[in-house]
């Protein structure tokens, strides 16, 4: 019994390294499989630009944007959140356009069925009373890839 223990020892050992090794590589060419051509660059520029475009006549239209694009926790939190959101902008009756500047989005992290995107978002504000207001924003578009192939907003995080 003693021989067969230490003889199966290595070899249970040998076998757990291979499959270690195995599993090592497997993973390695799924990240591998990722190409700068199958990022989601401007999927995150479109969104962000999306998130931060409001009319106050126009809300339900807006709202609905981004929730298409939405999963998850984010897209719960975004229709609990936007109901007072949408009455402020209803009341200061505020139009706010979003633009992404050329070049203003880059993939910051991709591997699988996630994607990081960094984008500058530029917003012009005008409301009643003849409020003008120009404001940037830069923020962090966390994507996960859905069943069906196509990406949606996990996470917005404002970065600097």
Do not use: C, I, N
């Not at 799924?30 to 660059?41: C, E, I, M, N, Y």
């Not at 070049?103 to 012009?124: I, M, N, Q, R």
Request: hydrophobic content about 45%; overall charge negative.
């Amino acid at each position: 019994m003693r021989r067969v223990v230490t003889w199966l020892l290595p070899v249970v050992l040998l076998a757990a390294t291979v499959l270690v090794g195995v599993l090592a590589v497997q993973r390695w060419q799924d990240r591998a499989g990722d190409t700068l051509a199958d990022a989601p660059v401007d999927v995150g520029a479109d969104v962000a630009s999306d998130f931060f475009t409001l009319d106050y006549r126009t809300l339900e239209a807006d709202s609905a944007k981004v929730l298409d694009r939405a999963t998850g926790e984010f897209k719960a939190q975004y229709r609990t959140e936007s109901s007072s959101l949408q009455a402020s902008v209803k009341e200061k009756q505020l139009v706010l356009t979003a633009s992404v500047p050329e070049s203003g989005s880059a993939l910051e992290y991709l591997a699988g069925d996630e994607a990081w995107v960094l984008v500058a978002v530029d917003v012009h504000t005008e409301g009643a009373g003849g409020l003008s207001e120009e404001t940037r924003y830069r923020t962090r578009v966390v994507l996960e890839r859905s069943e069906d192939d196509e990406w949606l907003v996990a996470r917005l995080e404002q970065v600097g």
